[in-house]
């Protein structure tokens, strides 16, 4: 093989992928079975099956279980405006971890005690063993799963005030920013570490999609003066949603 000149599989996959981007092979369509890839694009079976492998690891194709393999609908992404906390509007939870105004989104949670990792503690720059508020909410927008929070914050910190619940108090559901501001911990900056890799098992069933589909990971860490007061773990299902930031430009 030349320098440059692609794997035959390849060759194959990608003349498919064009047409199924292009609708030649549209949604739902049956994918050519391996014996009329075989014969259309003069490969051998090991070429052929390769080819379908890489489709369906890229996620335009599934098999069905008796049935053969089927172009799958992709969905157009939408998008997930992150840009950090806004002081105007409402200062929800949902508005803290999707800025767009003209979603409409809602959310579930749950807070419990836990003891903080050796990762976790790291974040959150105290001794592994401490004692964290450990939170974890999935949102929707306009009721269709599209994220998943875990949120710790220090024991240290919260315990024994008002805001120790995150969803609970005064200043319930109002975010970290307000409910830090409340027992006079003032956030001056914030911090997004962005990652991409596989959705475990949980989450994908959690957002309505397969295993092993690729998810936006975003580690989150909010500070008061270099003091790490909370930090979070966000997954966005890749294939149907896209990480959107707007940054100032200083």
Do not use: C, N
Not at 154 to 161: F, K, V
Request: proline residues 9%; hydrophobic residues 35%; aromatic residues 6%.
């Amino acid at each position: 093989m030349a320098f440059g000149e692609q794997p035959a599989y390849l060759r194959v996959a990608e003349d498919l992928r064009r047409k199924i981007l292009d609708g030649t092979l549209p949604p739902h369509a049956r994918l050519p079975s391996q014996a009329r890839i075989r014969t259309e694009y003069g490969v051998s079976d090991t070429v052929a099956l390769e080819a379908r492998k890489v489709l369906m690891a890229e996620g335009f194709v599934e098999g069905r279980s008796g049935s053969g393999t089927y172009v799958r609908e992709r969905p157009r992404p939408r998008r997930i405006v992150r840009s950090g906390y806004r002081p105007s509007g409402p200062p929800t939870t949902y508005r803290q971890e999707q800025a767009d105004e003209g979603s409409k989104g809602s959310w579930e949670s749950r807070s419990v005690q836990d003891i903080a990792g050796p990762d976790i503690a790291e974040r959150l720059a105290i001794v592994p063993g401490e004692r964290v508020m450990r939170t974890q909410y999935v949102f929707r927008t306009e009721g269709e799963p599209s994220m998943l929070t875990t949120s710790w914050e220090p024991l240290a910190l919260t315990s024994r005030t008002p805001v120790l619940l995150p969803e609970e108090g005064p200043v319930a559901g109002q975010g970290v920013v307000p409910r830090m501001a409340a027992i006079d911990v003032l956030v001056d900056h914030m911090a997004e570490e962005v990652g991409a890799r596989p959705g475990l098992a949980e989450e994908t069933a959690a957002l309505g999609g397969v295993p092993g589909h690729i998810v936006i990971e975003i580690r989150r860490t909010y500070f008061a003066s270099g003091r790490p007061v909370e930090t979070a773990d966000v997954v966005i299902p890749a294939e149907r949603y896209r990480a959107v930031y707007h940054l100032p430009v200083r």
